[in-house]
T-cell receptor, first 116, second 113 residues
Framework: DGGITQSPKYLFRKEGQNVTLSCEQN?????MYWYRQDPGQGLRLIYY???????QKGDIAEGYSVSREKKESFPLTVTSAQKNPTAFYLC???????????????FGSGTRLTVV | GENVEQHPSTLSVQEGDSAVIKCTYS??????FPWYKQELGKRPQLIID?????GEKKDQRIAVTLNKTAKHFSLHITETQPEDSAVYFC????????????FGTGTRLQVFP
């Protein structure tokens, strides 16, 4: 799956419930990112991590939490404090060096979260 | 804060025509500008990128131009085909390898046969 795997593909959350979205990569990338995609709003950065055991808030971190205990894994928890969590969530990782052929993020296939 | 504006939000062209999507950025320290294509239900894929020491880059039917003075960059698709139909995102960051990407809001391109 392109070296970065997100699961589950679809997730339903009840009001007041915390849910965790999985993101795993086997590309040996140092940096990992979580974006939220809403119609007409593009991709907005939630959290990112450039190294194990370290992460930074993005533009819309409220109501979300992350951990980076292993280089390969960057799970995202959507907490009950996130009032409007219904969206498409994309995880990405980044190569460290530039090559003339291709550079940039590698994205996972996404998780669609719906509040029921 | 850092911001990337993208226009138009939707674009319809006839097959064989050209399409142009424009982006402006606010952070003058930005120097890496990739473009992503996202087909319906799929993940975004990098299609072309440009760094600030280059004004234009071309790859077959797609090209990107950069004007650092005006802080804007554009994607040009020539000889459009129905398979070019997708949502296109521009993005900007301060570094190609050490900084987060800030994305534009996307352009939905439809190519009619």
């Amino acid at each position: 799956d392109g070296g970065i795997t997100q699961s589950p593909k679809y997730l339903f959350r009840k009001e007041g419930q915390n849910v965790t979205l999985s993101c795993e990569q086997n590309l040996n990338h140092d940096a990992m990112y979580w974006y939220r995609q809403d119609p007409g709003q593009g991709l907005r950065l939630i959290y990112y991590s450039q190294i194990v055991n370290d992460f930074q808030k993005g533009d819309i971190a409220e109501g979300y939490s992350v951990s980076r205990e292993k280089k390969e894994s960057f799970p995202l928890t959507v907490t009950s404090a996130q009032k409007n969590p219904t969206a498409f969530y994309l995880c990405a990782s980044r190569r460290d060096s530039y090559s003339s052929s291709n550079y940039g993020y590698t994205f996972g296939s996404g998780t669609r979260l719906t509040v029921v | 804060g850092e911001n990337v504006e993208q226009h138009p939000s939707t674009l319809s062209v006839q097959e064989g025509d050209s399409a142009v999507i424009k982006c402006t950025y606010s952070d003058s320290a930005s120097n890496y500008f990739p473009w992503y294509k996202q087909e319906l239900g799929k993940r975004p894929q990098l299609i072309i990128d440009i760094r600030s020491n280059v004004g234009e880059k071309k790859d077959q039917r797609i090209a990107v131009t950069l004007n650092k003075t005006a802080k804007h960059f554009s994607l040009h698709i020539t000889e459009t085909q129905p398979e070019d139909s997708a949502v296109y995102f521009c993005a900007a960051s301060r570094s190609y390898n050490t900084d987060k990407l800030i994305f534009g809001t996307g352009t939905r391109l439809q190519v009619f046969p």
